[in-house]
Protein backbone atom coordinates (compact mmCIF):
# COMPACT_ATOMS: atom_id res chain seq x y z
CA UNK A 1 0.00 0.00 0.00
CA UNK A 2 1.14 3.10 -0.80
CA UNK A 3 2.08 6.41 1.71
CA UNK A 4 -1.24 8.71 2.58
CA UNK A 5 -0.34 11.89 1.04
CA UNK A 6 -3.02 13.64 2.87
CA UNK A 7 -2.68 16.85 5.28
CA UNK A 8 -3.07 15.06 8.45
CA UNK A 9 -4.61 18.24 10.11
CA UNK A 10 -7.38 18.85 7.70
CA UNK A 11 -10.61 16.89 9.36
CA UNK A 12 -12.77 15.05 6.72
CA UNK A 13 -15.55 12.83 6.51
CA UNK A 14 -16.04 8.75 7.77
CA UNK A 15 -12.96 6.51 6.42
CA UNK A 16 -13.86 3.85 3.83
CA UNK A 17 -12.29 1.63 1.94
CA UNK A 18 -12.38 1.56 -2.13
CA UNK A 19 -10.78 -0.65 -4.65
CA UNK A 20 -7.91 0.71 -6.99
CA UNK A 21 -6.85 -2.56 -9.37
CA UNK A 22 -8.11 -4.58 -7.18
CA UNK A 23 -6.17 -3.39 -4.20
CA UNK A 24 -7.65 -1.61 -0.87
CA UNK A 25 -6.97 2.11 -0.83
CA UNK A 26 -8.08 4.28 1.92
CA UNK A 27 -10.83 7.26 1.47
CA UNK A 28 -13.31 9.33 3.04
CA UNK A 29 -16.25 10.34 2.25
CA UNK A 30 -16.98 13.72 0.52
CA UNK A 31 -13.78 13.41 -1.47
CA UNK A 32 -13.81 12.69 -5.16
CA UNK A 33 -12.08 9.49 -6.74
CA UNK A 34 -9.75 11.89 -8.13
CA UNK A 35 -8.71 12.94 -4.26
CA UNK A 36 -8.59 9.34 -3.01
CA UNK A 37 -6.15 8.27 -6.33
CA UNK A 38 -3.58 11.15 -5.86
CA UNK A 39 -3.52 10.54 -2.15
CA UNK A 40 -3.49 7.40 -2.21
CA UNK A 41 0.18 8.19 -4.51
CA UNK A 42 -1.42 7.24 -7.98
CA UNK A 43 -0.40 9.95 -10.40
CA UNK A 44 -1.47 8.21 -14.08
CA UNK A 45 -4.79 7.10 -14.42
CA UNK A 46 -4.59 5.99 -18.29
CA UNK A 47 -2.25 6.18 -21.65
CA UNK A 48 -3.68 8.13 -24.71
CA UNK A 49 -5.30 6.66 -27.28
CA UNK A 50 -2.81 8.00 -29.94
CA UNK A 51 0.38 6.97 -28.24
CA UNK A 52 1.13 10.21 -26.70
CA UNK A 53 1.47 9.08 -23.29
CA UNK A 54 0.70 9.10 -20.01
CA UNK A 55 -2.43 10.65 -18.86
CA UNK A 56 -3.46 12.03 -15.36
CA UNK A 57 -5.17 14.87 -13.47
CA UNK A 58 -5.39 18.27 -15.45
CA UNK A 59 -8.23 20.56 -14.18
CA UNK A 60 -9.67 18.58 -11.75
CA UNK A 61 -13.39 19.98 -12.20
CA UNK A 62 -14.07 17.80 -14.93
CA UNK A 63 -13.68 19.50 -18.02
CA UNK A 64 -9.99 18.21 -19.56
CA UNK A 65 -11.32 14.42 -19.60
CA UNK A 66 -7.82 13.76 -18.58
CA UNK A 67 -8.98 11.53 -15.23
CA UNK A 68 -10.99 8.87 -17.34
CA UNK A 69 -11.07 5.89 -15.50
CA UNK A 70 -13.52 2.70 -14.68
CA UNK A 71 -15.60 2.93 -12.00
CA UNK A 72 -17.78 -0.67 -10.83
CA UNK A 73 -17.71 -1.78 -14.16
CA UNK A 74 -18.55 1.74 -16.50
CA UNK A 75 -15.57 3.06 -18.14
CA UNK A 76 -14.58 6.81 -19.34
CA UNK A 77 -16.19 8.10 -15.56
CA UNK A 78 -14.60 11.71 -14.67
CA UNK A 79 -12.39 10.69 -11.15
CA UNK A 80 -12.52 14.32 -10.60
CA UNK A 81 -16.24 14.58 -10.83
CA UNK A 82 -17.40 11.15 -8.68
CA UNK A 83 -17.79 11.22 -5.10
CA UNK A 84 -16.18 7.78 -3.18
CA UNK A 85 -18.57 5.53 -2.23
CA UNK A 86 -17.31 2.48 0.39
CA UNK A 87 -16.26 -0.90 -1.68
CA UNK A 88 -16.21 1.21 -5.06
CA UNK A 89 -14.44 -0.53 -7.50
CA UNK A 90 -12.05 1.53 -9.46
CA UNK A 91 -9.58 0.43 -12.42
CA UNK A 92 -6.60 3.01 -13.72
CA UNK A 93 -5.04 1.76 -16.90
CA UNK A 94 -2.30 3.99 -16.54
CA UNK A 95 0.09 0.88 -15.43
Given at each position: ??????????????????????????????????????????????????????????????????????????????AC???????????????
Open positions: MMEDLRIQSVLRGEKITIRVNGQPVVAYEGESVHAALLAAGHRVFRQSRNGAGARGIFCGMGVCYECLVTINGVPNRRMCPVEDGMEVVIHGQ
